[in-house]
T-cell receptor
Framework: NAGVTQTPKFQVLKTGQSMTLQCAQD?????MYWYRQDPGMGLRLIYY???????DKGEVPNGYNVSRLNKREFSLRLESAAPSQTSVYFC???????????FGPGTRLTVT | DAKTTQPPSMDCAEGRAANLPCNHS???????VYWYRQIHSQGPQYIIH???NNETNEMASLIITEDRKSSTLILPHATLRDTAVYYC????????????FGKGTTLSVSS
């Protein structure tokens, strides 16, 4: 099992460009999450999907959109990147027991 | 704001027990206590969680006070690889509920 995978690992964007961060899990989990982590800070929730076909906003959703493509995949899209979106983005998934969130390795995004 | 309070940093000698405290005085009856850690810039890693009873697994022990207002994570024999930021989180066990990360405790294990 690969667990939670994220692509790309690193990305540099110019202000105004768009991109999609990909996340996939092979654990048959229902819930998936997108977090961001700024330097010296804890993680903050951007969006989550409690089950296939549903998505909801988290603490910091502005400037982002998400798609739960199927049970395995949950993508995060930046339509018009801004320097304030420079961060490390983590995807996580969670099973029905809700006892443990499994995190991916992260995508390090820089917006210049 | 995070609903937990942790010391910003702690030191521990290799081979000794590391005891990491957490205060969660406003915890609700249906909230669990979770512990995660983050090594360097990797994704957070689950350690343990509990509601009111003490818990133990292969990584650590979790001691929750009877009034549930505080807890302690115990790493029984700390190694250099346990150097990380440790996060104490309270959370309702419900689908779609986020983990609210504070700043955690940076544990430094030295030889």
């Amino acid at each position: 099992n690969a667990g939670v995978t994220q692509t790309p690992k690193f990305q540099v964007l110019k202000t105004g460009q768009s991109m999609t961060l990909q996340c996939a899990q092979d654990m048959n989990h229902n819930s998936m999450y997108w977090y961001r982590q700024d330097p010296g800070m804890g993680l903050r929730l951007i969006y989550y999907s409690a089950s296939e076909g549903t998505t909801d906003k988290g603490e910091v959703p502005n400037g982002y959109n998400v798609s739960r493509l199927n049970k395995r995949e949950f993508s995060l899209r930046l339509e018009s990147a801004a320097p304030s979106q420079t961060s490390v983005y983590f995807c996580a998934s969670e099973g029905l027991l809700r006892d443990e969130q499994y995190f991916g390795p992260g995508t390090r995004l820089t917006v210049t | 704001d995070a609903k937990t309070t942790q010391p910003p940093s702690m030191d521990c000698a290799e081979g000794r027990a590391a005891n990491l405290p957490c205060n969660h005085s406003t915890i609700s009856g249906n909230e669990y206590v979770y512990w995660y850690r983050q090594i360097h810039s990797q994704g957070p890693q689950y350690i343990i969680h509990g509601l009111k009873n003490n818990e133990t697994n292969e990584m650590a022990s979790l001691i929750i006070t009877e009034d549930r207002k505080s807890s302690t994570l115990i790493l029984p024999h700390a190694t250099l690889r346990d150097t990380a930021v440790y996060y104490c989180i309270v959370r309702v066990n419900q689908a779609g509920t986020a983990l609210i990360f504070g700043k955690g405790t940076t544990l430094s294990v030295s030889s």
